[in-house]
């Protein structure tokens, strides 16, 4: 292992950076090994999930083991050529304004079946 790459893992990370990379503009046929094998050089692989269904078909989760892995796979693979389609790789966010909760309306709720 050598300096630089010790100095790259204990660098600070921003907020958006997580360890499930969003995958879009797949190609239809590319089958789940030749996704191991693509994502795969940049560092051990948790899951990766394929859309199948008619909504989500070219698109795919990656997660990673390591946070560093995630990031420099998706720093590497951002507008890579895949039989002729460039990947648009992106950090998953989830919707943050879908989990804030209204306190009042919430304790309103749980007073209610209380009773």
Not at 6 to 21: E, M, Y
Not at 22 to 28: A, E, G, R, S
Not at 59 to 80: M, W
């Amino acid at each position: 292992m050598s300096l630089a790459y010790g100095k790259a893992r204990s660098a600070q990370l921003p907020p958006n950076v997580n360890r499930i990379l969003l995958v879009k503009n797949l190609p239809f046929k590319i089958t789940s090994e030749e996704m191991y094998d693509l994502f795969g050089r940049y560092g051990a692989i948790r899951q990766i999930r394929i859309g199948t269904a008619q909504k989500t078909r070219g698109t795919a989760f990656v997660v990673y083991e390591d946070i560093f892995d995630a990031k420099e796979a998706c720093s590497h693979l951002q507008g890579f050529n895949v039989m002729g389609r460039y990947l648009v790789v992106l950090y998953y966010q989830t919707n943050y304004k879908a989990k804030k909760v209204d306190l009042s309306k919430e304790e309103e709720r749980v007073e209610r079946l209380r009773r």
